[in-house]
């Protein structure tokens, strides 16, 4: 909270977010003991974007919260937003291979004024319960260029729970649309 002190506060179990146009958005924790629990913690401003970053911690998973600073507008997305040089988009990527409580997922999300809108979405270890030995999930997130951005693939060995960092995937808006490549290899991962 202390990174957007004017714009945040808490009292008890309510997490109050000031907004630009005088409105509030509130997010209140849950009773912990429940299954269905959730608690809210504040992590920051993204100015670049001019939206709050929220944690919603769950009892079994974890997830984000975007408020636009304008509108007050939600955007739920699974991992931590990276915003790109330009600030015209940011992408997140989320990697559950073990206990699979969060979906193995890249996003990328343009900004306009008024909205996050969902450009492109990509789901590298497909069937979300059956993990099969082509299956590999998004880490270590980063922007290149505008058009670019890289993740390292992860993949999980559920007979030895052993996590295999390897090779980096590429991914590139071409000609209007985000296309997938290892680096290094020209062929489109499945």
Request: aromatic content about 10%; glycine content about 10%.
């Given at each position: 909270m202390r990174r957007a002190p004017r714009w945040v506060s808490r009292t008890g179990k309510t997490l109050t977010i000031h907004l630009a146009d005088g409105g509030r958005k509130t997010f209140v924790d849950s009773d912990s003991v429940n299954a269905a629990a959730v608690l809210y913690t504040y992590r920051e401003f993204l100015?670049?974007?001019?939206?709050?970053l929220v944690h919603a911690h769950l009892n079994e998973g974890t997830g984000y919260l975007l408020v636009s600073h304008r509108s007050g507008d939600l955007v739920r997305i699974?991992?931590?937003?990276?915003?790109?040089?330009?600030?015209?988009?940011?992408?997140?990527?989320?990697?559950?291979?073990e206990s699979r409580y969060n979906p193995n997922e890249i996003q990328i999300w343009r900004i306009t004024r008024n909205a996050a809108v969902l450009e492109w979405s990509l789901?590298?270890?497909?069937?979300?319960?059956?993990?099969?030995?082509?299956?590999?999930?998004?880490?270590?997130?980063?922007?290149?260029?505008?058009?670019?951005?890289?993740?390292?693939?992860?993949?999980?060995?559920?007979?030895?729970?052993?996590?295999?960092?390897?090779?980096?995937?590429?991914?590139?808006?071409?000609?209007?649309?985000?296309?997938?490549?290892?680096?290094?290899?020209?062929?489109l991962l499945n």
């Open positions: 100015p670049e974007i001019r939206y709050h699974q991992g931590l937003p990276i915003v790109s040089p330009d600030g015209g988009r940011f992408a997140t990527a989320s990697e559950d291979l789901e590298p270890a497909g069937d979300p319960v059956t993990i099969t030995p082509a299956a590999w999930g998004p880490a270590n997130l980063r922007w290149l260029s505008p058009t670019e951005i890289r993740v390292q693939k992860v993949t999980y060995d559920p007979e030895t729970f052993q996590k295999f960092f390897g090779e980096e995937v590429a991914i590139r808006r071409v000609r209007g649309r985000w296309t997938v490549s290892q680096t290094g290899m020209s062929g």
